[in-house]
């Protein structure tokens, strides 16, 4: 099955304010990062661009932003070639770029900083009434006078309000196309949709909006058209609603949904972890074994308790009845070190924030469970400790510039390997993946589910709570469904479909559904 190819319209039905891109090429030392694209970003409409890492989305924005030049190819707004030397060209054209990580001042408040470089001034001044009236009706015209006090300083900036400042900026500035890269990768999901919602309006007001994410469900709920990269071409451009999730990850990456699923069972009778009637403040009469070399899957909708419930395995929040076993013998656990002293790994769904140390380098964020291995009279063999970190991160292919390298500067999916090539060092009889998949891009995810199978090959028992049912389906040799922290079902993978897997789910709901159902039609009969 072939990409589809890309589809444009007529130039004579191209719209006013359309920015056109045509046949742009970028190359650097060794890699092709574009190759021929040709693009048209219509105003009034929001337009995903997505691909795996390297697929060439990022060099494309910055091309676009000004950072980079092309080599070949040209950049156009109503037939008006543009020339763009620098970030500052691209301003002034009305295009706007707003990375990950938004610029701001730290030292000067929310006015100065979405005025930056334009501030009114009085007598050499800055004239902060003239400033202050601005930027409040500014943000009173788009409903962020709550969300963003003015009085706030740079450095007290969350992720969403330095991305509010940042597209303050592009409006003040008459913007006609703006592009966010990766906007909702920090944002709670109020934000998202505070950010959704002024996206739409932009869209409205007739911005052209480039999308980019790796976030499918975003795309398909928010954008109406989708452009996909793979390899530094552009593969295709379709509507949105014409593709399902499916058909953009088999464009990304060039091949079937059903070849990425590919699980070798090496499934033991050996029980590595078992739980028998575990209560928690979060859960009650809980459960399940892991067998070595078996992949369980933990599903369940938001709130079923299933990350509760790694946590109290692993020792970071208190159980309050109940046993738990590794290889057939009760142990206690009150602490993630008595947890990894028993065998018991774990990567949590907050990578960031709990299971990296962003500051530090990838050797330390490696090594950091096994110092108490390689210590001997209070001091790390320095020699040792490189060379197992070296080795883990050359099995699971990490891409990194050296072992010294912050751990923070890396993408998502080679933080997650991190987190992996950690485990394996310290090499456990049961590995906890908490959302294992989350925020990183689909081929570094085809690279995680690689991982997965051949660890549970290797004979580990594996623990894998995820929320997206393909990969829960795909990569789990058994799954247990979660509700309101207690277990509603196991299935196996034989019997596993989407629509079992809800049902359990969703089980009191049903429940207390039925009952409504059963005691309205008892009324009904009754009248």
Same mark, same amino acid.
């Given at each position: 099955?072939?990409?589809?190819?890309? @589809?444009?319209?007529?130039?004579?039905?191209?719209?006013?304010?359309?920015?056109? %891109?045509?046949?742009?090429?970028?190359?650097?030392?060794?890699?092709?990062?574009?190759?021929?694209?040709?693009? #048209?970003?219509?105003?009034?409409?929001?337009?995903?661009?997505?691909?795996?890492?390297?697929?060439?989305?990022?060099?494309?924005?910055? %091309?676009?932003?000004?950072?980079?030049?092309?080599?070949?190819?040209?950049?156009?707004?109503?037939?008006?070639?543009?020339?763009?030397?620098?970030?500052?060209?691209?301003?002034?054209?009305?295009?706007?770029?707003?990375?990950?990580?938004?610029? @701001?001042?730290?030292?000067?408040?929310? /006015?100065?900083?979405?005025?930056?470089?334009?501030?009114?001034?009085?007598?050499?001044?800055?004239?902060?009434?003239?400033?202050?009236?601005?930027?409040?009706?500014?943000?009173?015209?788009?409903?962020?006078?709550?969300?963003?006090?003015?009085?706030?300083?740079?450095?007290?900036?969350?992720?969403?309000? /330095?991305?509010?400042?940042?597209?303050?900026?592009?409006?003040?500035?008459?913007?006609?196309?703006?592009?966010?890269?990766?906007?909702?990768?920090?944002?709670?999901?109020?934000?998202?949709?505070? &950010?959704?919602?002024?996206?739409?309006?932009?869209?409205?007001?007739?911005?052209? %909006?480039?999308?980019?994410?790796?976030?499918?469900?975003?795309?398909?709920?928010?954008?109406?058209?989708?452009?996909?990269?793979?390899?530094?071409?552009?593969?295709?451009?379709?509507?949105?609603?014409?593709?399902?999730?499916?058909?953009?990850?088999?464009?990304?990456?060039?091949?079937?949904?059903? #070849?990425?699923?590919?699980?070798?069972?090496?499934?033991?009778? =050996? =029980?590595?972890?078992?739980?028998?009637?575990?209560?928690?403040?979060?859960?009650?009469?809980?459960?399940?074994?892991?067998?070595?070399?078996?992949?369980?899957?933990?599903?369940?909708?938001?709130?079923?308790?299933?990350?509760?419930?790694?946590?109290?395995?692993?020792?970071?929040?208190?159980?309050?009845?109940? =046993?738990?076993?590794?290889?057939?013998?009760?142990?206690?656990?009150?602490?993630?070190?008595? /947890?990894?002293?028993?065998?018991?790994?774990?990567?949590?769904?907050?990578?960031?924030?709990?299971?990296?140390?962003?500051?530090?380098?990838?050797?330390?964020?490696?090594?950091?469970?096994?110092?108490?291995?390689?210590?001997?009279?209070?001091?790390?063999?320095?020699?040792?400790?490189?060379?197992?970190?070296?080795?883990?991160?050359?099995?699971?292919?990490?891409?990194?510039?050296? &072992?010294?390298?912050?751990?923070?500067?890396?993408?998502?999916?080679?933080?997650?390997?991190?987190?992996?090539?950690?485990?394996?060092?310290?090499?456990?009889?049961?590995? @906890?993946?908490?959302?294992?998949?989350?925020?990183?891009?689909?081929?570094?995810?085809?690279?995680?589910?690689?991982?997965? !199978?051949?660890?549970?090959?290797?004979?580990?028992?594996?623990?894998?709570?995820?929320?997206?049912?393909?990969?829960?389906?795909?990569?789990? !040799?058994?799954?247990?469904?979660?509700?309101?922290?207690? @277990?509603?079902?196991?299935?196996?993978?034989?019997?596993?479909?989407? #629509?079992?897997?809800?049902?359990?789910?969703?089980?009191?709901?049903?429940?207390?559904?039925?009952?409504?159902?059963?005691?309205?039609?008892?009324?009904?009969? #009754?009248?």
């Amino acid at each position: 099955m072939s990409d589809a190819a890309p @589809i444009f319209l007529k130039e004579t039905e191209i719209p006013q304010g359309t920015l056109k %891109i045509r046949n742009v090429s970028k190359a650097f030392p060794n890699v092709q990062a574009l190759d021929n694209v040709s693009l #048209d970003v219509r105003p009034g409409e929001i337009l995903a661009f997505i691909g795996e890492n390297g697929a060439g989305k990022s060099t494309l924005l910055k %091309i676009i932003n000004g950072d980079y030049q092309a080599d070949a190819g040209s950049i156009s707004i109503d037939d008006k070639p543009l020339k763009f030397s620098n970030p500052k060209d691209a301003h002034e054209a009305g295009v706007r770029v707003i990375y990950q990580e938004p610029e @701001i001042i730290p030292g000067v408040d929310v /006015a100065e900083n979405i005025w930056v470089g334009e501030l009114p001034k009085r007598f050499g001044f800055i004239d902060r009434r003239q400033l202050n009236e601005q930027v409040r009706s500014s943000l009173n015209e788009y409903g962020f006078e709550k969300v963003l006090p003015m009085g706030l300083m740079g450095n007290e900036l969350s992720t969403a309000q /330095a991305q509010i400042v940042e597209i303050m900026r592009a409006l003040k500035s008459g913007v006609r196309v703006l592009a966010l890269d990766e906007p909702t990768s920090s944002l709670t999901d109020d934000e998202v949709n505070r &950010l959704f919602t002024l996206i739409r309006r932009l869209r409205d007001e007739g911005v052209a %909006i480039i999308y980019v994410s790796h976030r499918l469900q975003e795309i398909m709920g928010l954008c109406e058209r989708v452009a996909i990269l793979r390899d530094g071409k552009l593969r295709t451009v379709q509507p949105t609603k014409e593709l399902s999730e499916s058909e953009m990850i088999r464009i990304m990456v060039g091949r079937n949904l059903s #070849d990425i699923f590919h699980r070798n069972p090496a499934v033991t009778d =050996k =029980k590595v972890l078992e739980v028998e009637d575990l209560h928690s403040n979060w859960h009650q009469g809980i459960n399940f074994h892991i067998n070595a070399g078996e992949v369980v899957g933990f599903s369940g909708l938001v709130g079923a308790g299933r990350s509760e419930l790694a946590k109290v395995i692993f020792g970071d929040m208190p159980k309050t009845k109940g =046993k738990i076993l590794i290889e057939g013998e009760e142990v206690s656990i009150n602490s993630p070190d008595q /947890a990894i002293d028993k065998g018991i790994g774990f990567a949590p769904e907050d990578r960031k924030n709990e299971g990296l140390i962003l500051i530090r380098s990838v050797l330390e964020n490696t090594s950091i469970a096994i110092l108490k291995k390689i210590t001997n009279f209070h001091f790390v063999q320095s020699r040792k400790e490189r060379s197992i970190a070296k080795d883990y991160v050359e099995k699971l292919n990490v891409i990194t510039p050296s &072992l010294e390298q912050l751990v923070g500067k890396l993408s998502g999916g080679n933080q997650q390997k991190v987190v992996l090539a950690r485990w394996l060092a310290a090499r456990p009889k049961v590995l @906890i993946l908490d959302e294992p998949t989350r925020g990183i891009d689909v081929g570094a995810k085809v690279e995680i589910y690689r991982l997965i !199978d051949e660890l549970a090959n290797e004979g580990l028992g594996i623990m894998l709570i995820n929320s997206e049912l393909p990969e829960v389906l795909g990569l789990s !040799d058994r799954i247990y469904v979660m509700q309101n922290g207690r @277990i509603t079902g196991e299935v196996s993978k034989e019997d596993a479909t989407e #629509d079992t897997i809800l049902e359990l789910a969703m089980a009191d709901d049903l429940s207390n559904l039925s009952e409504k159902t059963n005691h309205s039609n008892h009324l009904n009969h #009754d009248h």
